[in-house]
């Protein structure tokens, strides 16, 4: 057999062959500590790939074990109802927010959001009132909510049917969730939380607290990333307080209707590995980044997002599985070193960072690796510190609805002469990772301003077609 023919393959085995350590997802981590259960299903992966046969289930209308499983999953992750997902949080962020939303209702959305937010807006042509992030000087990354900014952009908005948080984020820093969720059901507002990353929150004391344990309304996750489910495999999760026809709807209407029972398999067994190991896992994964940031802290190089920032840029809780470490070098060169010298690969880097995600997958020799490696760096490459202050957020004015914005013949105009006119598209810096604009949002001189400093520092531009931003689409 030749690999030549198929390309993806042999990308996938070259990648294997490089035994990279991952810092990366999915929380399985290839298995490198070789849990039973997943050694199940990879022994049986063609024979456990099936389709609704007789004396299986069907995920769209559950009364068997699918049912069974996901009763487990809900009395693990301490929900009233949890409901298996295969298309990723993705699928259960728009079910969640199109189950419980009408077209033309308002909904609070923290304006940092991950894509598919601002997705199920356009989809279910919502009214979106936005709550700014705060940003964390430095690490130059948003990092929460400011409660009185929230309170004042409910007070605002006293018809919005729901809020939406991010919950942690993927620096792992958390909100006052609990405090967010007791202002928002003062004023009749559903709380739906993004834990897309906190998925292993619910089972250990020394972690954020859950957001279905905090109170809110519904929540989905993504056991794919921090605990050892396949890619794609998720949670949606639901409390006694929300009618749940609208989202069980959604829910056949944005998954396949050929569901994997291989990804199902992988959260029937990711659940009971956190349930019945999930706290030892956590307590030795826990020391492991303790180790970890005991070690990097005297270096000299390296700054690492740690508990004394609790309470910096209204941070309430922090995920210290995570690791977000602000580099001289930079994030994205420091990322590039890793992989090319050292066969580490971390998650994510931005400009000034690189965050690594830590899981039950992980192994200490991992741990003693990263720090092995990032000691040499700091002694080889002595040099240039890139960190600059964070630029000021421009505000920003909403003309049209996202939706509205999309189906609207658009023209492709200068950026720099687009002062007053509708965006047709999205601009968003990463760093940061807040968009300065939106579909619908006017383009004003301070945006065009803040947009040309962005450029200026070479941050990569997202959501625009032309990621120059010499132009961009304007609605007519
Ligand atoms: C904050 C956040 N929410 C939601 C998602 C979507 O999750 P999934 O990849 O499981 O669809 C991501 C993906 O990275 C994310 O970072």
Known sequence: ?????????????????????????????????????????????????????????????????????????????????????????????????????????KILVQRNCHRSIHM?????????SYINPTVLDGFNAAVSLNINNAIEVMDNNRDARALVITYPTYYGTCSNLKKIIGEAHKRGMLVLVDEAHGAHFPFHEGLPKSAMELGADLSVMSL???????????????????????????????????????????????????????????????????WFREGIKNLGAYEVLDEGFKGKAHIEDIDLTKLVIKSQLGGRELDMILRRDYGIQVEMSDLYNIALIGSVGDTRESYEKLLNALVDISRSHRGYNIIEESLKMPSFSQALSMREAYYRPRRRVKFLEAEGLVSSEMIAPYPPGIPAILPGEVITYDIIEYTKKIKEKNIPLNGIEDSSAEYIYVVE
């Open 224 to 290: 794919h990333k921090s605990t050892p489910a396949l890619t794609q495999a998720s949670l949606l999760n639901a409390s006694d307080r929300v009618n749940l026809e609208g989202v069980k709807f959604m829910m056949r209407l944005f998954q396949s209707t050929s569901p994997s029972y291989v990804l199902m398999a992988s959260l029937d067994a990711s659940r009971n590995i956190m349930e019945t190991r999930g706290k030892e896992l956590l307590s030795d994964l826990l020391e492991n980044t303790k």
């Open 120 to 128: 199920a807006c356009l989809m279910g042509d919502l009214k979106t």
């Open 1 to 105: 057999m030749t690999l030549e023919n198929m390309p993806l393959v042999e990308g996938l085995l070259k990648y294997i062959d490089e035994k990279v350590t991952p810092f990366h997802m999915p929380g399985h981590k290839h298995n490198g500590r070789s849990f039973e259960e997943l050694e199940i299903i990879r022994e049986n992966l063609y024979g456990m790939d099936n389709t609704e046969v007789e004396g299986l289930d069907n995920l769209h209308i559950p009364e068997g074990i699918i049912l069974e499983a996901e009763m487990r999953a809900s009395r693990a992750f301490k929900s009233h109802r949890s409901f298996f997902l295969v298309n990723g949080s993705t699928s259960g962020i728009y079910s969640m927010i199109l189950g419980v939303t009408r077209p033309g209702d």
